[in-house]
């Protein structure tokens, strides 16, 4: 008989097939709105495989419905929408997507630090309101990127490749991190700093560290009040890792000059976020690995794992 897999939503028709080619497959059909809790927790309870996304909370009361369940595989990198303690109490393996979306994501995470510094958003508002009525020289005036200094913290393989696209800027690098990265330094002529360092010398500062309880709310407004009043704050990781609060008080006080948010604590971020009021804050609504060709990869390494796991082998991507 074969296993029973639940998709937690409508992926490639092309990824779906190649799972139902070994698996009975049961799937949410929407493509934009999250499963119902309580189909999620009706359809777990004699699911084989778990196809989840990070919109999904597999947490431990969810966990304990599974009577069958061997594999929860997450389209994603980061992995703090599952409980992986419950997961791994109950012997249920669980994997995650890395390295497909590494280069889509540093795209990202530079076009903000590019957008945010140059005022784009606000520049093509300003244009398309009517406001434009001469050329003036100090006229939406921004801060320069190139020969700027990069402050990155969390040099995994996203920072390092944000690393690589900032020598074509002819850009300073500093770097925090749970490690040094003796060999990496020397590549890309960056040095390691502690943290506060780190934060009151660069012009950018790019957060590409994991959501952890260590580093939840590592960016308050302590933190903020040390970066320089020109420099920029970018956050393409998880939303927990900024205070927002915080954030929009340093924002609005003048602490920091500008913010680039592609995550939030809250997702979607409410229109009514005091973050959205303001100006030089370019927010974008989670698109760091959204390429047509990443999003293809990550389903299909996604659908790997978990098909692996169903016919009793490892995973290429195990978390726990």
């Given at each position: ?162 690393a690589k696209r900032s020598k074509g800027f002819d850009m300073n690098i500093l770097y925090y991190n749970r490690s040094r990265k003796p060999l ?46 020109t420099s920029i704050l970018i956050n393409t990781a998880r939303g927990g890792i900024v205070n927002e609060e915080d954030l929009f008080q340093a ?60 016919n009793n082998n490892p995973p290429l991507h195990l978390v726990v």
């Amino acid at each position: 008989m074969k296993p029973k897999v639940y998709i937690t939503r409508r992926i490639p028709d092309s990824i779906i097939a190649r799972i139902e080619k070994e698996c009975e497959v049961s799937i949410w059909p929407e493509t934009d709105i999250p499963v119902p809790r309580e189909v999620l927790e009706r359809e777990i309870v004699d699911a084989d495989g778990l196809f989840c996304l990070l919109t999904e909370s597999v947490d431990k009361e969810l966990i304990a419905k599974a009577q069958k369940l061997k594999v929860i595989s997450n389209m994603a990198v980061g992995y703090n929408n599952i409980d992986i303690e419950a997961a791994k109490e109950k012997g249920i393996l669980v994997t995650n997507t890395p390295g497909v979306l590494t280069e889509t994501t540093a795209d990202l995470t530079f076009a903000l630090m590019m957008a945010s510094a140059r005022r784009i958003i606000e520049s093509s508002n300003y244009l398309r309101n009517g406001n434009w009525k001469t050329w003036s020289p100090m006229q939406l005036t921004g801060q320069d990127i190139y020969g700027a200094t990069l402050g990155i913290i969390g040099m995994g393989r996203i920072g390092a490749s944000l690393a690589k696209r900032s020598k074509g800027f002819d850009m300073n690098i500093l770097y925090y991190n749970r490690s040094r990265k003796p060999l990496l330094e020397k590549e890309m002529n960056m040095k390691y700093v502690d943290f506060d360092t780190l934060l009151s010398e660069s012009d950018f500062v790019c957060i590409m560290t994991p959501y952890t309880p260590e580093t939840k709310n590592l960016i308050t407004y302590r933190e903020l009040s040390l970066m320089k009043k020109t420099s920029i704050l970018i956050n393409t990781a998880r939303g927990g890792i900024v205070n927002e609060e915080d954030l929009f008080q340093a924002l609005k006080n003048g602490e920091i000059w500008a913010a680039g948010m592609d995550v939030f604590v809250q997702e979607p971020v409410p229109l009514d976020h005091p973050l959205l009021t303001l100006p030089n804050v370019v927010t974008l609504p989670h698109i760091g690995s959204a390429s047509v060709n990443t999003r293809m990869k990550m389903a299909d390494l996604a659908a790997v794992n978990l098909l692996l796991v169903l016919n009793n082998n490892p995973p290429l991507h195990l978390v726990v």
